[in-house]
């Protein structure tokens, strides 16, 4: 927080190895190690017990939804912007979904020109976009195992408990029925997927823009798939710094907080649940 920027988009799980190999954006790439091995660490290292009231954070990530009130002038969860006639999963992975990040952040922009503003995108963080990953779904259907992300019809017939659910392909792969190479398939094409959106805002910004990652993501390397806290490997704390000058830098000004913002912290645990993690 204390580096000079005005935009800063963070990637979730993005390591610094495959961003350098599919990043076609122009800019002063570095590499830099994160504070964190995983969302809650890195939020709790940068965020929680400080104040930025120049700043408004929009997220899909519900640990960042945890930071509270009082940090950020305002802080914009994605996980409260969806239509009420969505329910279920259908409506918690379109509320990750990178379109779903970059309209509240061209809004948020609009709405503060004189803040500096972080959106964070989740992807390339599971659930897994695109069609390699529907692809591998659909094939362990086939051989018995039903992944819920993303196959809310199908998860209609099917109990949490049961042996053959699972929440995510990493689960799938921790279970044996997708390859580590498949995984890392999925997790670059999702890469590119989310970089088309940042490519988009990006091109809306005016000013200093950072594009960087939270933390990065075992692929199989070491046996480990995910990125569990505390881990000091490379892939898991290695992520991109990629500058972007792009035209006059916004004003910025330091105000008090927006009215607290109403997020509900069961809905929060659900979502995390829904994501894998054990909370």
């Given amino acids: 927080m204390a580096q000079d920027w005005?935009?800063?988009i963070i990637l979730d799980a993005c390591r610094y190895d495959i961003f350098e190999e599919i990043?076609?954006?122009?800019?002063?790439?570095?590499?830099v190690v994160s504070a964190g091995s995983h969302s809650e660490e890195f939020c709790e290292h940068n965020f929680e017990g400080k104040t930025f009231y120049d700043t408004v954070y929009v997220t899909a990530n519900a640990f960042g939804a945890r930071i509270g009130d009082g940090v950020f002038h305002e802080l914009v969860y994605t996980g409260e912007e969806i239509n009420d006639e969505y329910v279920g999963w259908h409506a918690f992975s379109e509320r990750m979904e990178p379109e779903t990040i970059y309209d509240a952040t061209v809004e948020a922009?609009?709405?503060?020109p004189d803040k500096r503003v972080i959106a964070h995108?989740?992807?390339?963080?599971?659930?897994?976009?695109g069609e390699r990953a529907a692809e591998i779904?659909?094939?362990?259907?086939?051989?018995?195992?039903?992944?819920?992300?993303?196959?809310?019809?199908?998860?209609?017939?099917?109990?949490?408990?049961e042996e053959n659910v699972v929440v995510s392909l990493k689960e799938a792969a921790e279970r044996g029925f997708v390859t580590n190479e498949e995984l890392r398939e999925v997790y670059v094409e999702n890469l590119r997927l989310v970089l088309e959106y940042v490519e988009s805002l990006v091109s809306r910004l005016s000013g200093r823009i950072v594009i960087t990652a939270d933390h990065g993501e075992y692929l199989g390397e070491d046996g480990k798939l995910g990125h569990p806290k505390y881990q000091y490997a490379e892939v898991?704390?290695?992520?991109?710094?990629?500058?972007?000058?792009?035209?006059?830098?916004p004003e910025i000004t330091e105000t008090m907080p927006t009215g607290a913002a109403d997020i509900d912290?069961?809905?929060i645990t659900e979502h995390l649940r829904d994501l894998g993690y054990k909370d």
């Fill in 6 to 8: 005005d935009y800063l």
């Fill in 236 to 249: 898991v704390r290695e992520v991109p710094w990629l500058f972007i000058e792009s035209g006059p830098r």
């Fill in 265 to 267: 912290e069961d809905e």
């Fill in 109 to 112: 922009v609009e709405r503060h």
């Fill in 137 to 161: 779904r659909e094939r362990v259907a086939e051989d018995g195992l039903i992944v819920r992300s993303r196959q809310p019809e199908k998860v209609e017939q099917y109990s949490l408990d």
């Fill in 23 to 31: 990043n076609w954006m122009e800019g002063d790439l570095k590499r």
């Fill in 121 to 129: 995108f989740m992807q390339p963080h599971t659930p897994y976009l």
